[in-house]
């Protein structure tokens, strides 16, 4: 997570003098304790998910212990199953909203306290939190639409190889009965999903790095 983080920041500081080096993106270990900055905001996030992963497995359990309340030891009526339900559903939405808000709102932690740090500005530690929360008012909506935006691509991408994949098994492997063949077709499928994943997960960074250089 910290190399990754510093990649981004070596990647911001490299975007904007047009001369990226791969050394830049160890850059966090270059300034001071910014590399143990970025390991504490990384899991003070991890908390915050696990927070929130508790609470929405709660809410799920929620829902299940209503459709089988007597595996569960519970004797209970029609109208207390709904309840529970209702419940349920209520809470899960409840964790999912609280959860975008304050993902988005703390979506540049690790930018905005390098950004400033390498400017020179003599900072808190936990300033990060309160620049990226003020940077990100107003601009939820826009950063969800890039994410949402991102995720399809990925989805329509990936869908498409492993319908490539299952066509391509059915014909040469099924119809055809040359499985060597089929096999060797689908470990280049799984080769070229490999590096398509590692383009994707490249470039999303970079499109996150472009939209924090928009909004700051």
Do not use: C
């Amino acid at each position: 997570m910290v190399l990754f983080e510093s990649a981004a920041m070596g990647y911001l500081t490299g975007d904007e003098t047009e001369t990226f080096k791969f050394e830049d993106a160890f850059v966090a270990f270059k300034q001071g304790n910014t590399w143990l900055v970025a390991a504490l905001y990384a899991a003070f996030m991890d908390l915050i998910s696990f927070i929130f992963g508790a609470l929405f497995v709660a809410a799920v359990g929620v829902i299940s212990a209503s459709f089988v309340p007597q595996a569960f030891g519970f004797n209970t009526t029609t109208a207390q199953i709904i309840a529970l339900i209702i419940v349920g559903i209520v809470i899960l939405a409840l964790v999912g909203i609280a959860w975008i808000f304050v993902a988005t709102g703390l979506a540049f932690i690790y930018l905005t306290y390098f950004d400033a740090k390498r400017k020179g500005q003599e900072l808190h530690l936990m300033a990060g939190f309160s620049k990226s929360w003020n940077l990100m008012n107003g601009k939820r909506w826009d950063l969800i639409g890039l994410k949402l935006l991102t995720l399809i691509i990925a989805v329509v991408t990936f869908a498409i190889i492993a319908v490539v994949g299952a066509l391509l098994w059915w014909i040469f492997a099924s119809m055809l009965t040359w499985t060597v063949f089929a096999i060797v077709l689908e470990a280049v499928l799984a080769v070229l999903a490999v590096a398509i994943s590692i383009f994707y997960t490249v470039w999303f960074a970079m499109a996150n790095i472009k939209f924090y250089e928009e909004i700051k």
